[in-house]
């Protein structure tokens, strides 16, 4: 175990709470009280614990439409991500950007759009504040595969490189974009870690279902940004099980094969960790079982919070995101 005992328990109880969470929106999502488009992350609950519990509280975390997970890793308050899911005013956004517009600079979190790529450039500009600023602090930002092939995102490396910036790009490669898979949208054998080595930037592939592997690379990289030594990149290889927005399984639309999912959800990283901790005596089943119940009764609290919380005022509706 490359962490101690208490740590990795500790990352088992995040992904517990990522994971019960996101399957607790799927299957309240046909209620009709969540409005906003929701992408879920289950299958990809790993990266997010791993890299965001080797980052300090006051470290920057930027995200996609795909955010969820990485706002609880930084540690976001769940009570106020069910409200901004719900609209509502209690709502980490206000209520007003719903589940792909997360921001909670109480936490670090500097937000998330539905644009992609959009935040790359954003992650850059904080890690210049950093430079700037003189601090040790570091600029996180989470992409998919797809934001590897939008123009921003190799101008925001080469700027970051240019500028030695404290900036950890993190690409979460889950082989898809939407329902186009990287087959059809980049040339054959092309490995996007490698690729970006030719701007400049240090890289590394890890097994984003191994969320001790993710951690240990993303402490030894993160001491390194604070040390100056400049940005750096991950891409990780997960995969997402629901259909791309939505509650739902969407196999049946051909887009990817039934075998192909059920080999990549042999591979979860919950039951990776789970067995690596059992088969270790770290945990008992039992310790587990009761876990979930004390985090599933702290979700539903957050979703009863959720439903007694108001609307905003529509007066509101274009002022207060940004005021302190
Ligand atoms: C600039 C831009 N182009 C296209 C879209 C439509 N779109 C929304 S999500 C998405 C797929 C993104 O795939 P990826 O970045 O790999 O993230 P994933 O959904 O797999 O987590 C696309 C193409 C968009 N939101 N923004
Ligand atoms: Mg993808």
Same mark, same amino acid.
Do not use: D, F
């Given at each position: 175990m490359q962490v101690d005992n208490t740590t990795a328990v500790k990352f088992l109880e995040r992904m517990l709470k990522i994971r019960i969470t996101e399957e607790t929106i799927a299957e309240r999502y #046909? &209620?009709? &009280?969540?409005?906003c488009p929701t992408h879920l992350s289950i299958g990809q609950e790993a990266v997010a614990t791993g890299i965001c519990s080797a980052l300090r509280k006051d470290d920057f975390v930027l995200s996609t439409h795909r955010s969820h997970a990485h706002y609880l890793a930084k540690g976001g308050d769940l009570n106020k991500m069910i409200a901004e899911i719900y609209g509502k005013v209690t709502g980490c956004s206000s209520g007003k950007g719903g589940s792909m517009h997360l921001i909670d600079k109480n936490v670090g979190f500097m937000g998330s759009t539905s644009?992609?790529? #959009?935040t790359i450039p954003v992650a850059v500009g904080l890690g210049l504040s950093i430079k700037i600023h003189k601090t040790d602090q570091v600029s996180c930002v989470f992409f998919g595969d797809a934001g590897a092939e939008e123009g921003v995102f190799f101008e925001s490396i080469n700027f970051a490189v240019l500028k030695r910036l404290p900036v950890l790009f993190v690409c979460e !490669? !889950?082989?898809? #974009?939407v329902y186009s898979p990287l087959r059809v949208r980049q040339? +054959? @054998?092309? &490995?996007i870690f490698a690729m970006v080595r030719g701007l400049g930037i240090t890289s590394e592939h890890g097994d984003g279902n191994n969320v001790l592997e993710v951690y240990s690379k993303a402490e030894r990289a993160i001491a390194g940004i604070r040390k100056g030594n400049g940005p750096y990149f991950f891409e990780f290889s997960t995969y997402r099980?629901? +259909?791309?927005? @939505?509650p739902n399984f969407d196999n049946d639309l051909g887009y990817r094969a039934e075998e192909e999912f059920l080999e990549r959800k042999e591979k979860d990283p919950l039951k990776l960790l789970e067995s690596q901790l059992m088969d270790q005596g770290i945990i008992r089943r039992n310790d587990i079982e009761e876990m979930e119940v004390n985090i599933q009764q702290e979700i539903d609290q957050a979703f009863d919070f959720a439903e007694k919380s108001p609307f905003p005022d529509p007066e509101e509706a274009f002022i207060g995101l940004y005021r302190e």
């Open positions: #046909s &209620k009709w &009280k969540m409005r644009i992609v790529a #959009s !490669n !889950n082989l898809y #974009s040339p +054959e @054998g092309r &490995k099980w629901r +259909e791309h927005c @939505g």
